[in-house]
């Protein structure tokens, strides 16, 4: 499997501006993670989804910050509009509960810088 | 609500200078705990998941430990290679089977040859 799959890699945008992070979680795996990482607060939890249905959307830190999973295989996150305060590492994480396991795979990441 | 906190913040070793991360952790019952390792500009690589006091699990230099408030990431004989940011979090059975996880700020291992 090629694993959690997330693009861009990198994006650089202006304050006011729209972001749009996609993800695409491992085949078959049910729960669907966003987070953000940065130096000060570490690795948080922004949302997440089980089969395609938001389950807990408290770590979205404002109504700037809006997250989809329109099918199994793919996932967005939006910002709008961004602001410098949003730079940060973007993850996205998947696990399969099927199996009784809780383990979360990454991807490797959205890096924004915001302007 | 659920914290983890880790120990040190960094921590630097000789080449075969064996040592132990910590991870301490105040949550409303445990459901797992997690070790990831981090390698700069990556996203966070699985390690083990261990779900109750007593329980060890070991991938060759590494091995975890568990007790009821906190968890150990011993490595033995480091090499370079092994050199990473590793993270530690927690998932609460509290939550009613919520797959939230609360991670550590980690701690950077340097591993000098």
């Known amino acids: 499997d090629a694993g959690v799959i997330q693009s861009p890699r990198h994006e650089v945008t202006e304050m006011g501006q729209e972001v749009t992070l996609r993800c695409k979680p491992i085949?078959?795996?049910?729960?669907l993670f966003w987070y953000r990482q940065t130096m000060m607060r570490g690795l948080e939890l922004l949302i997440y989804f089980n089969n395609n249905v938001p389950i807990d959307d408290s770590g979205m830190p404002e109504d700037r910050f809006s997250a989809k999973m329109p099918n199994a295989s793919f996932s967005t996150l939006k910002i709008q509009p961004s602001e410098p305060r949003d730079s940060a590492v973007y993850f996205c994480?998947?696990?399969?509960?099927?199996?009784?396991?809780?383990?979360?795979?990454f991807g490797p990441g959205t890096r924004l810088t915001v302007l | 609500e659920d914290q983890v906190t880790q120990s040190p913040e960094a921590l630097r070793l000789q080449e075969g200078e064996s040592s132990s991360l910590n991870c301490s952790y105040t949550v409303s019952g445990l459901r797992g705990l997690f070790w990831y390792r981090q390698d700069p500009g990556k996203g966070p690589e699985f390690l083990f998941t261990l779900y109750s006091a007593g329980e060890e699990k070991e991938k060759e230099r590494l091995k975890a430990t568990l007790t009821k408030k906190e968890s150990f990431l011993h490595i033995t004989a480091p090499k370079p290679e092994d050199s990473a940011t590793y993270l530690c979090?927690?998932?609460?059975?509290?939550?009613?089977?919520?797959?939230?996880?609360?991670f550590g700020k980690g701690t950077k291992l340097t591993v000098n040859p």
């Open positions: 994480a998947s696990s399969y509960q099927g199996q009784g396991t809780d383990t979360q795979y």
């Open positions: 085949s078959g795996h049910d729960y």
């Open positions: 979090a927690v998932q609460a059975s509290s939550q009613g089977g919520s797959e939230k996880l609360v």
